[in-house]
């Protein structure tokens, strides 16, 4: 086949750079992006992806990656960097990142972010969605997509409001905290939320009357067939006989690990030979560590891509684990991730929790509850003896991630939402930018 002409290139060229221009245009707002390995960061890189696949110009305005580590990683930092990931326009700005955890330290996080956000060129997208966490930065610009007319989507990821009161980490204020993030959703034109059970809180609890479309999280991790790494064991200092729990991603408050840590001494009391694995980093694991030290526990710094997957399907059982109270402020995103490895998951958790409905509707395993250590352990000596009864609960977990987590429905779910966001052509009025709803008109204001 002949090759084109060098004019003939340059006009395709230049035909594809101008379609790219006239496509409609969506912004993504959050704290969190990849390269980041867990938490939020994975489903905002995923869908400004796959959007920019589908022929979208996607711009991305997010920090510097720091969690779950809480520090700006190596070759990354400075006032403002900018960079392209798989067609996507990726804006980062520095920001504070807190050494301290408390709320204030938070607030004064997702503030500065927020801050620069808002005065950041945003390139006149068609639409803006606006990822929650991080709410303050998100209500930010908020006001900035109501004063220049931008459809605006909240992504809600985990439900502030129901945090405060779960994890009792805020005493005074709570109250500030529901009214900004009734203000943050009832100022959008639409919301995503990503439970069922979101979008009862949402409606119900904050009286929420944005329209509210609930798109899950899907599996963004392939594991299958990696199957178990003897050698991988070995180097990462599993013996043969050990019965691997293992619990990745963030060692937070909401997680309650306090509660593997008593498990893990009661498994040494026992002789047993289950052996807890904390895999990941946050704010608690260093007072974790503090509390024992025990042959039947390991703390292990994040993997990089490849050896996460690995170290997973090497497990022989994985662990989501919750604090006491914790019901409906989020649904982990772990178990996107632990449905895909075809092994068995423990969950111990508010009976009463999403965690809880989401593992009991996969069938992916025991369920027990939240802070009882001696429950945990004897869940997984169960699961080590039974192994037929193991590898069904990990082929159930699998098939429900098929059936109910793929991507391209969570992909096409979200684009529709930002199509009837835009379509809808709602304005915000001063009342949007107090966070209340206004019936008729609202007035565009030219951006």
Same mark, same amino acid.
Request: a positive charge; charged letters at 20%; one cysteine or more.
């Given at each position: ?171 005074? /204020? +709570?109250?500030?905290?529901?009214? %900004?993030?009734?203000? !943050?959703?009832?100022?959008? =034109?639409? @919301? *995503?939320?990503? #439970? ?28 299958? /067939? +990696?199957?178990?790494?003897?050698? %991988?064991?070995?180097? !990462?200092?599993?013996?043969? =006989?050990? @019965? *691997?729990?293992? #619990? ?39 007072? !974790? ?159």
């Amino acid at each position: 086949m002949p090759r084109p002409s060098t004019t003939a290139a340059s006009a395709a060229a230049s035909g594809g750079a101008t379609r790219r221009r006239t496509a409609p245009g969506v912004l993504f707002v959050g704290i969190n992006y990849a390269p980041e390995p867990t938490g939020i960061a994975p489903y905002t890189e995923g869908m400004a992806r796959a959007l920019a696949a589908r022929g979208w110009r996607v711009r991305v305005i997010t920090t510097h990656p720091h969690y779950p580590w809480w520090k700006v990683q190596d070759g990354y930092g400075g006032w403002t960097r900018t960079e392209t990931r798989d067609l996507v326009d990726v804006t980062r700005l520095r920001h504070y990142v807190p050494r301290r955890h408390t709320m204030l330290h938070r607030a004064l996080s997702e503030l500065t972010f927020g801050l620069r956000a808002t005065f950041a060129g945003w390139h006149r997208p068609d639409a803006v969605v606006l990822v929650s966490p991080a709410m303050i930065s998100s209500r930010l610009a908020a006001v900035r997509a109501a004063l220049t007319g931008v459809p605006t989507i909240v992504w809600v990821q985990d439900i502030y409001t129901l945090g405060a009161r779960e994890t009792g980490a805020v005493s005074h /204020g +709570a109250a500030g905290i529901a009214a %900004l993030e009734h203000g !943050l959703v009832n100022s959008a =034109d639409r @919301v *995503v939320a990503i #439970h069922d059970r979101f979008r009862r809180v949402l409606q119900e609890d904050l009286s929420v009357a944005t329209p509210v479309d609930v798109v899950r999280n899907w599996s963004h991790v392939r594991t299958d /067939g +990696a199957g178990r790494d003897s050698v %991988l064991r070995r180097q !990462l200092g599993w013996a043969d =006989d050990d @019965v *691997v729990v293992l #619990h990745a991603g963030n060692i937070g408050a909401k997680q309650g690990l306090d509660n593997v840590v008593h498990a893990s001494l009661e498994a040494a009391r026992r002789g047993s030979h289950v052996k807890f694995v904390l895999l990941g980093d946050g704010n608690q694991r260093h007072a !974790l560590e503090a509390m024992a030290s025990c042959s039947r526990l390991q703390f292990l710094d994040p993997l990089p891509d490849g050896a996460f997957e690995r170290a997973l399907a090497s497990a022989d059982i994985l662990l989501v684990n919750e604090r006491p109270g914790v019901t409906e402020m989020a649904v982990p995103s772990k178990l996107t991730t632990y449905f895909a490895t075809g092994l068995p998951v423990i969950a111990a958790v508010d009976p009463s929790s999403i965690t809880h409905d989401e593992v009991c509707a996969a069938g992916a395993g025991p369920c027990v509850p939240a802070g009882d250590p001696d429950a945990l352990v004897d869940a997984a000596e169960r699961l080590a003896a039974d192994p037929v009864a193991a590898r069904a609960f990990g082929r159930a977990a699998q098939s429900y991630r098929d059936a109910h987590l793929g991507v391209d429905a969570a992909v096409a779910s979200f684009e529709a939402t930002i199509q009837a966001a835009m379509v809808s052509g709602r304005r915000a009025s001063a009342g949007a930018l107090a966070g209340s709803r206004s019936r008729g008109h609202r007035p565009v204001l030219h951006h």
